[in-house]
């Protein structure tokens, strides 16, 4: 029976900022139902609408949440980035 591989590395607590790339078009009305996210689109000729959200994530299970959300609006996630870890001071 394989075991189960613990990698101490990982912490899925704490709040960090985020950023997740969709492809489509979301409005700014979206974003006290996204975790409050910041919300930019860009379009470019010729090529689908792109929608950026930014900002903070308390912790992994706001972030599925968001994800959640964002995938019951059939809308293709392109990317995911942590960009820093905040503190609770």
């Known amino acids: 029976m394989p075991t189960r591989d613990a990698r101490p590395d990982i912490d899925f607590g704490g709040p960090a900022t985020y950023r ?23 379009v470019r000729p ?10 903070r994530i308390r912790d992994q299970a706001q972030l599925n949440g968001v994800l959640e959300m964002l995938y ?13 870890e905040w503190s609770e001071s």
């Open 20 to 42: 997740v790339v969709v492809q489509g078009a979301l409005g700014m009305d979206w974003s006290d139902r996204l975790a409050g996210l910041a919300i930019s689109t860009t």
């Open 72 to 84: 019951g609006l059939h809308l293709p996630i392109l990317e995911v980035k942590k960009l820093s």
């Open 46 to 55: 010729g090529e689908a609408p792109r929608t950026t959200l930014e900002g």
